[in-house]
């Protein structure tokens, strides 16, 4: 079953649920259970539906076990990724690489502070 229930945990919460529920309001509960049920399947059955309409052919040709989550296996992906055979990129021609380039400034002359005069504050950024 689902979240690790079997069923005899499910058959044991039952009966617990029963003994604690009482004989007087059982047949209410039971009741409102299988409504519940009804109004779920009806809604997962909705969705199906409309999925189905808005897809259209597509729906039908989708491999629903290859999107399972459960299938993720990040060290068969990293695997994958890594092995994939990918040409190295080539070098552009030396014609492109100038047009592509952008052009060289010539380098800028910094001041450099002495050490007796103050450092340099900006009193609008305090």
């Known amino acids: ?3 690790g229930l079997t069923f005899e945990k ?3 919460i039952g009966v617990i649920a ?3 529920i009482g004989p007087e309001r059982l047949p209410r509960y039971a ?3 299988a409504q519940f049920v009804k109004r779920a399947r009806d809604f997962a059955q909705g969705a199906r539906t409309r999925v189905r309409e808005e897809m259209g052919d597509e729906f039908d040709e989708v491999d629903w076990r290859k ?3 459960r299938q993720y296996d ?3 992906i990293i695997r994958e990724a890594l092995l994939e055979d990918t040409p190295p ?3 552009p021609s030396p014609a492109v690489a100038a047009a592509v380039a ?3 400034r010539p380098p800028v002359a910094y001041e450099l502070f002495s050490a007796d005069a103050p450092p340099p504050f900006d009193s609008e950024a305090t």
């Open 18 to 20: 029963a003994l604690l």
């Open 67 to 69: 999107l399972d989550p």
């Open 31 to 33: 009741e409102l259970l």
């Open 10 to 12: 499910v058959l044991v």
């Open 102 to 104: 952008p052009p060289r």
């Open 74 to 76: 990040p060290r068969r």
């Open 89 to 91: 990129p080539s070098a």
């Open 1 to 3: 079953m689902f979240f």
